[in-house]
């Protein structure tokens, strides 16, 4: 059954499916419909998964998802990086799965698919299409977002779009340093445009991951070179802890597996170009 990803993203209760599929190039969108799943199951135990890891081992899987005790909580599962390869164990299970649910997670998914084919056209599943967001969905996105503060006029809600383009990603982290930085909720422009400067934060960050990393001589550099601006303190510090928040995360999940599979299920995702760097850091950090 197909389903409209901007009415589930509004309603997430409107999946009355127990297996789901949401495939498209939409990150963004993704990760919040997976935030959305999670708030809406708070007692549940959220259980995540790579394909690779399931096809691996399908019996481990299997025993995972039958085996339900009466005294354990709800669970729900996530299944990442989901294709093709995986459609047989869908068809093994599909029938099978009552008190659970399965949600799958693939990028781009032709028409040709078979598990595509199958969710969208199956009565007992259902299938999201996460198709990039345009600038009228992201105006809107910033508006119901930035609800309640003053000064979010057509000229801020385009520098906000400015700074992260169409991608939604970004998009959510340009409105957490708005939230952050305007805690009174009066956005005012001036301070907006230096918020949002891409070569000052980027700045910033380069030189927190050097910090992180323990390399004093370029943390020392970037200390002479960076500006440090007293008014974006907290600012500063969210981004640190935000980080920190990640390594520690990682170091937790690379207990049961090893540490570039614990990586790839912190979400959301690390930037493929920060990934080396965060490997290193997630190596030289302790809980």
């Not at 995540?48 to 909580?73: C, G, P, R, T, W």
């Amino acid at each position: 059954m197909i389903y409209k990803s901007y009415l589930i993203e509004e309603n997430i209760n409107l999946i009355n499916k127990n297996l789901f599929l949401f495939y498209g190039e939409n990150l963004g969108l993704k990760e919040e419909l997976k935030k959305n799943i999670k708030f809406e199951n708070k007692n549940a135990e959220i259980i995540n998964f790579i394909q690779d890891d399931v096809l691996k081992n399908e019996e481990a899987f299997f025993s995972e998802i039958f085996n339900v005790s009466l005294f354990q909580s709800e669970k729900i599962y996530f299944i990442n990086e989901a294709n093709d390869k995986i459609f047989n164990i869908v068809e093994k299970i599909e029938n099978k799965i009552n008190d659970i649910k399965i949600f799958f997670f693939s990028e781009v998914l032709d028409k040709r698919s078979k598990l595509r084919n199958h969710f969208e056209k199956s009565k007992n599943s259902g299938a999201a299409a996460c198709y990039p967001d345009n600038e009228i969905s992201i105006r809107k996105k910033i508006q119901q977002k930035l609800k309640g503060f003053e000064g979010l006029s057509a000229e801020n809600i385009n520098i906000i779009i400015n700074s992260c383009g169409l991608d939604r990603v970004k998009l959510n982290n340009e409105i957490y340093k708005v939230i952050t930085y305007f805690s009174d909720k009066k956005i005012k422009s001036d301070k907006l445009e230096l918020l949002l400067d891409l070569k000052i934060n980027d700045d910033f960050n380069l030189l927190k991951d050097e910090a992180l990393n323990g390399n004093k001589l370029k943390t020392n550099k970037l200390l002479s070179d960076t500006i440090i601006e007293t008014e974006k303190n907290v600012l500063y510090l969210n981004i640190i802890n935000q980080r920190l928040n990640k390594l520690a995360e990682v170091i937790k999940i690379s207990k049961n597996t090893n540490l570039e599979n614990a990586i790839s299920l912190i979400k959301p995702p690390v930037f493929w170009k920060d990934k080396p760097l965060f490997i290193s850091q997630s190596k030289k950090w302790s809980s």
